[in-house]
């Protein structure tokens, strides 16, 4: 079942022309993921949040339903950007990441060169309303979501000063 969802960004190259619209829907899987479907000509952008981003628990929390965890940390991220260099990995999964660049989410592929021009650019505000539309989705199916998170490491809080990039 899709649930339409809209925002819209700025693609890069459209300097002064109108904002093309991002469109995305919530796809509810039988295991009880929630996937985001990006429609148009936004494929790095759909892999990248399948892949960097996603509704899978993650390892030794609970995995009875879906989690908000990744999703929390993205959002975490975007809402506290480092001070000091201007391009930070916001998420990064086995073959994507989103990289934080002045203001702009780009979408990459692990294995492009930087030059590479195969990229999906959102700026910032946009995706992170994708993301907390996505959140609240989540929530609305599974009021557990945002409990299945690993047990802290021993000796260590379990806030967000640990935070490393997702590898499963």
């Known amino acids: ?8 960004f700025d693609s890069p190259g459209d300097q002064g022309e ?5 469109e995305y829907s919530f796809v509810e899987t039988a295991g009880g993921v929630v996937t985001v479907e990006v429609a148009g ?3 790095v952008l759909a892999d990248a949040l399948a892949d960097s981003v996603g509704t899978r628990p993650p ?3 609970p995995q009875d339903g879906p989690s908000t965890y990744w999703i929390d940390r993205a959002l975490a991220r975007l809402h506290t950007p480092p001070a000091g260099p201007r391009e930070a ?3 990064s999964g086995n073959t994507t990441h989103l990289l ?3 203001g702009v989410i780009e979408a990459r592929y692990n294995f492009d060169p930087p030059d ?4 999906d650019a ?18 609305e199916l599974d009021s557990d979501a945002a409990r299945r998170m690993p047990a802290p490491a021993p000796g260590r809080s379990s806030g967000s000063a640990g935070l490393t990039d997702r590898h499963r």
């Open 1 to 8: 079942m899709g649930i339409p969802g809209n925002s819209r």
């Open 18 to 22: 109108q904002p093309a619209a991002l």
């Open 41 to 43: 000509d936004a494929q």
């Open 59 to 61: 390892k030794g929390a």
């Open 89 to 91: 990995v916001i998420a």
């Open 100 to 102: 934080l660049n002045d």
């Open 116 to 119: 590479s021009e195969d990229v």
């Open 122 to 139: 959102v700026p910032s505000p946009e995706l992170i309303k994708l993301l907390e539309h996505w959140r609240r989705r989540v929530l």
